[in-house]
């Protein structure tokens, strides 16, 4: 699930950086960012901005990990 927190505030959607790997059943909700190379485990519940080159994970997600550009985490 990707989309805004409020119906009152409609544009206020999740922008999706690049080379981004979403898990299965995560949900990124509101006027939030998320950088570049992340990775976001599945069933994570994304509500804050993460920096370029994390690994999210969690409910409430939190960031476990900052890789170097374009590294993949070696259990993914």
């Known amino acids: 699930t990707i989309g805004n927190q409020s119906v009152e505030r409609p544009m206020e959607a999740p922008v ?3 080379n981004v790997n979403i898990g299965a059943g ?4 509101g006027n939030i960012t998320i950088g570049d190379n992340v990775v976001i485990g599945a ?4 509500i804050h901005n993460a920096p370029d080159n994390a690994t999210l994970v ?4 939190k ?3 900052l890789r ?3 590294e993949l985490p070696t259990d993914a």
């Open 16 to 18: 999706i950086g690049k």
């Open 58 to 61: 969690g409910i409430p997600a």
């Open 26 to 29: 995560a949900k990124i909700l």
């Open 43 to 46: 069933n994570a519940v994304v």
């Open 68 to 70: 170097k550009d374009n």
């Open 63 to 65: 960031c476990m990990d």
